[in-house]
């Protein structure tokens, strides 16, 4: 609690704390310690090398790394995918969502991640196809993979479904038009 502010250690002996207002508490950013991740700082700024890393960012991956339990190195293995789909300069903020929404999906290890990251490499020519039927070139985003993954996965449709449909309300478009 006294890291999150809501309380202030006074005294350990006897034990002794001041409950702090908890609107004071809700700007604080935790305090790591400096020389825990100095090597996941200089990874992440060799990933991203094209622009500076803030202090806010490096706290925004302490607080993913600590409290989603997802390891430092597996974190650099999606920030190095985050760069290498959106570019060096992607923004942390896609980067702690990509994140996240793994470990909602069971990520955590550095294996969790390869697995990911293959299971949506597979998912690349399919992803192709579709936006293909669609009548776009444009390039695959994780989104796409995502979403195909989804409909594919959860909601049980084959590929050759998904394009029919896709072809169908593509070719009653033009009619429309």
Not at 85 to 101: C, R, S, W
Not at 122 to 131: G, N, R
Request: glycine residues 6%.
């Amino acid at each position: 609690w006294q890291e999150q502010g809501v309380v202030q250690g006074v005294n350990s002996s006897p034990l002794e704390v001041r409950f702090m207002p908890l609107n004071a508490s809700l700007g604080n950013i935790k305090k790591y310690n400096i020389g825990k991740y100095t090597d996941f700082n200089i990874q992440v700024q060799e990933i991203l090398s094209k622009r500076m890393i803030t202090p806010t960012e490096f706290s925004e991956y302490y607080n993913v790394i600590e409290k989603l339990h997802i390891q430092p190195e597996a974190l650099l293995m999606i920030v190095k995918y985050c760069a290498d789909l959106k570019g060096e300069n992607v923004n942390y903020p896609y980067i702690i969502t990509v994140a996240k929404n793994w470990e909602k999906e069971g990520v955590h290890t550095c294996e969790d991640v390869e697995n990911k990251i293959t299971e949506l490499g597979v998912l690349d020519d399919k992803v192709s196809l579709v936006l293909g039927a669609l009548g776009t070139k444009r390039k695959v985003q994780l989104e796409d993979k995502e979403l195909l993954n989804k409909w594919i996965n959860s909601f049980g449709f084959e590929l050759n479904v998904i394009l029919f449909v896709v072809k169908c309300l593509k070719n009653k478009k033009r009619k429309l038009d």
